[in-house]
């Protein structure tokens, strides 16, 4: 079955250490999507790509994170430098969205997530 | 600002035996809600997508319906399973945006014991 991938599953390091997430969508896929989650604020939107275009990052704190779709088959996430408030399970998601920005009924494929715990 | 609620926000239930969780959303205008299943450690499982004309979507023992004029949502599980223990998250998305503008609820917690 098709699956959206993302590496590494864990991931401990310590303040002020570079994280980098990487996310392979379902072939064919044309809408990439990071979200946080945490116990505290649920699952939120970091950022989105449409065609491997960013779309919305104004979910993300930008003078840390930063996402990146080198190609069709890779996204990424960054946080440089990383915090503890950071901890979080950081999910990517993918979809066949149709394009003219305009919602319908497409289905979101997630990932299994990233747990990310910064000491 | 767009809202999603959801209730309860725990739920333990008997195995075999009927369920019903609440979503009521302040989204508007409403382009579609959707009923995500949750296991732990697990990314999100698409359930059932409702459009703003439906209001019933079936997928197996699980069916929500959809209330666009009270704004309500409900996800019925019929016949639970231990299988069914998981979080159920509701999420909104307004008209005349993409998937990414939508609001997600907190979740309910459903525990099914034997």
């Known amino acids: 079955d098709a699956r959206v991938t993302q590496t590494p599953r864990h991931k401990v390091t310590e303040m002020g250490q570079e994280v980098t997430m990487r996310c392979q969508p379902i072939?064919?896929?044309?809408?990439v999507f990071w979200y946080r989650q945490t116990m505290m604020q649920g699952l939120e939107l970091l950022a989105y790509?449409?065609?491997?275009?960013?779309?919305?990052d104004s979910g993300m704190p930008k003078d840390r994170f930063s996402a990146e779709m080198p190609d069709a088959t890779l996204a990424t996430l960054k946080i440089q430098p990383s915090e503890p408030r950071d901890s979080a399970v950081y999910f990517c998601?993918?979809?066949?969205?149709?394009?003219?920005?305009?919602?319908?009924?497409?289905?979101?494929?997630f990932g299994s997530g990233t747990q990310l715990s910064v000491l | 600002k767009n809202q999603v609620e959801q209730s309860p926000q725990s739920l333990i239930i008997l195995e075999g035996k009927n369920c019903t969780l609440q979503?009521?959303?302040?989204?508007?205008?409403?382009?579609?809600l959707r009923w995500y299943k949750q296991d732990t450690g697990r990314g999100p499982v698409s359930l059932t997508i409702?459009?703003?004309?439906?209001n019933t979507k079936s997928n197996g023992r699980y069916t929500a319906t959809l209330d666009a004029d009270t704004k309500q949502s409900s996800l019925h599980i019929t016949a639970s399973q231990l299988s069914d223990s998981a979080s159920y998250i509701c999420?909104?998305?307004?008209?005349?945006?993409?998937?990414?503008?939508?609001?997600f609820g907190d979740g309910t917690t459903l525990t099914v014991k034997p």
């Open positions: 998601a993918s979809g066949l969205v149709p394009d003219g920005d305009i919602a319908t009924n497409e289905k979101l494929f």
């Open positions: 072939l064919g896929h044309n809408t």
């Open positions: 790509f449409r065609n491997r275009a960013p779309l919305d």
């Open positions: 979503c009521n959303y302040t989204v508007s205008p409403f382009s579609n």
């Open positions: 409702m459009t703003f004309s439906e």
């Open positions: 999420v909104v998305t307004p008209r005349g945006t993409n998937a990414g503008k939508s609001t």
